[in-house]
């Protein structure tokens, strides 16, 4: 817990000066991250015996990211408009892959289907965080939907440490617990409100952010997202493997940190541009 807390207190201020500033910054930072835990997505699957694609997997993860920094630069048709890349990556991966086949692996339709599975996951969900940033009043969006991932764990795990009795998911994460679920909801609640009532100050007048969609955000963000904590922990059980690097001491790799911020980023997306915005 020493380490995680020390390390925390050292990177928080990046990630903190990333979302403010935005640009370029922002971009490089999140795209790093998508394209770390690309890679880690695929040696996952390595360690399990499988065989999906790295080039593919980061590359496609790399190139949704690109594409939607575009998006958050030019207003443009063919930019906004990803079926395009979706299709190429789509039908790329199955030529690599029928290709391993005729070359003797014979796990190669398998190994597509993780292949795929990787670009869109991390890929396509992972770039709607660079378009939540790009939407106006980006910036105290980011820091109300992430925040309630945050939120969420920490309720999860302090009220559930203590309190826990009912086995969430015995299978895929033994340690959580309905008690813990439902702090972490209320948590989230409460302290995406409170997050919403600061930054409209400095969002200044006619802003859209107020308590009570802050709340809405951490409501359902805080419901749904912690599936995506539960989906890795699926894939690490399955490949029976702890985390998915080393990379961050005390935290484990890039994709144990973003497992729940992909669910956060595209929720959050949708929630603010469908009724919010």
Request: glycine residues 12%; proline residues 4%.
């Amino acid at each position: 817990m020493r380490q995680r807390v020390i390390v925390a207190i050292v990177l928080l201020p990046i990630g903190m000066a990333a979302i403010y500033y935005g640009g370029l910054y922002y971009i490089a930072l999140f795209t790093t991250l998508l394209g770390l835990a690309a890679w880690e997505y695929v040696q996952l699957f390595r360690a399990g015996g499988y065989h999906p694609s790295g080039v593919l997997v980061v590359g496609g993860t790399l190139a949704f990211a690109i594409l939607r920094s575009l998006n958050y630069y030019f207003d443009s048709t063919w930019v906004e408009d990803i079926a395009w890349l979706a299709s190429i990556l789509t039908l790329v991966s199955m030529t690599y892959h029928l290709i391993q086949y005729e070359r003797g692996r014979d796990q190669a339709a398998t190994d597509f289907a993780l292949t795929i599975s990787g670009i869109f996951y991390i890929g396509l969900l992972g770039s709607y965080l660079i378009l939540l940033r790009g939407l106006p009043e980006g910036v105290w969006w980011v820091l109300t939907a992430l925040p309630a991932v945050w939120f969420a764990d920490s309720g999860a795990y302090f009220y559930g440490r203590v309190y826990g009795k009912w086995k969430l998911s015995p299978r895929l994460s033994p340690k959580k617990s309905w008690e813990g679920y439902i702090a972490g909801i209320i948590v989230s609640i409460l302290g995406t409100a409170a997050f919403a009532a600061m930054w409209r100050l400095p969002a200044g007048a006619g802003t859209e952010l107020t308590p009570l969609r802050g709340a809405i955000l951490g409501l359902i963000i805080s419901v749904i997202a912690p599936l995506g904590d539960l989906g890795q922990s699926m894939i690490k059980r399955q490949v029976d493997v702890k985390d998915s690097s080393n990379l961050i001491p005390g935290h484990g790799g890039a994709f144990d940190r973003i497992d729940s911020w992909l669910w956060a980023g595209v929720m959050g997306y949708y929630i603010i541009v469908w009724f919010f915005l």
